[in-house]
């Protein structure tokens, strides 16, 4: 496509979401160390939603957190989508002994190798967990104000719901738009405050 005479480049599409709601009362099991809590039959029926929407988004990959509730929601969406899954160790959970720093450092080079690939074949979606996909919204320049707004709606203040979808988008090298485009459940959406110039 061209505008002006000049070529534009292509859309890149990565979706961060995160895995269905698990069992939250199985106390005895950790919630950041393989396998972690499974997800109860509410979280596979949101996962199956969540494949619906990735297929109807024309996912072309999935790449999963080890832990087992992401892992199942990426099987269970990637059933419903027709879509390959990949476990990925560095988008698991964020561990207790793990500062924001940490958790980015380990997920960014997957994102980018999702951007890659995108950019190459296609919408890729990375299942992963409510915390690092904040730490991901926040240091990709996601402000302040738009991930609260999310947090203050969804459990355990998570920016998205279980099995919910942010969509970050951006046209050849420039900044990462990013909004939240699939939910299991209603939720209000984000409305930027004017600006008069």
Same mark, same amino acid.
Request: with cysteine.
């Given at each position: 496509?061209?505008?002006?005479?000049?070529?534009?480049?292509?859309?890149?599409? @990565?979706?961060?979401?995160?895995?269905?709601?698990?069992?939250?009362?199985?106390?005895?099991?950790? +919630?950041?160390?393989?396998?972690?809590?499974?997800?109860? !039959?509410?979280?596979?029926?949101?996962?199956?939603?969540?494949?619906?929407?990735?297929?109807?988004?024309?996912?072309?990959?999935? +790449? /999963? $957190?080890? =832990?087992?509730?992401?892992?199942?929601?990426?099987?269970?969406?990637?059933?419903?989508?027709?879509?390959?899954?990949?476990?990925?160790?560095?988008?698991?959970?964020?561990?207790? !002994?793990?500062?924001?720093?940490?958790?980015?450092?380990?997920?960014? /080079?997957?994102?980018?190798?999702?951007?890659?690939?995108?950019?190459?074949?296609?919408?890729?979606?990375?299942?992963?967990?409510?915390?690092?996909?904040?730490?991901? =919204?926040?240091?990709?320049?996601?402000?302040?104000?738009? @991930?609260?707004?999310?947090?203050?709606?969804?459990?355990?203040?998570?920016?998205?719901?279980?099995?919910?979808?942010?969509? =970050? $988008?951006?046209?050849?090298?420039?900044?990462?738009?990013?909004?939240?485009?699939? $939910?299991?459940?209603? +939720?209000?959406?984000?409305?930027?405050?004017?600006?008069?110039?």
């Amino acid at each position: 496509m061209k505008s002006n005479g000049t070529a534009t480049p292509a859309k890149t599409i @990565v979706y961060l979401a995160r895995h269905g709601t698990p069992d939250w009362n199985m106390k005895d099991i950790r +919630y950041d160390v393989p396998p972690g809590p499974p997800l109860v !039959e509410k979280g596979e029926r949101e996962a199956r939603q969540l494949g619906e929407f990735l297929r109807d988004a024309g996912v072309r990959t999935v +790449y /999963a $957190s080890p =832990l087992v509730r992401a892992q199942r929601t990426a099987e269970l969406a990637g059933d419903v989508a027709g879509l390959p899954i990949t476990v990925v160790d560095s988008i698991a959970e964020y561990r207790r !002994e793990e500062n924001d720093d940490a958790v980015f450092a380990r997920f960014v /080079a997957c994102f980018e190798a999702a951007a890659e690939e995108a950019a190459a074949t296609g919408p890729v979606a990375l299942v992963s967990h409510g915390g690092p996909v904040r730490v991901m =919204l926040e240091r990709l320049g996601v402000s302040s104000d738009h @991930v609260w707004h999310y947090r203050r709606q969804f459990d355990h203040q998570n920016p998205l719901p279980p099995a919910g979808a942010w969509e =970050l $988008s951006r046209y050849g090298s420039g900044p990462w738009e990013a909004r939240l485009v699939f $939910s299991p459940q209603t +939720y209000t959406a984000f409305q930027p405050a004017p600006v008069f110039v």
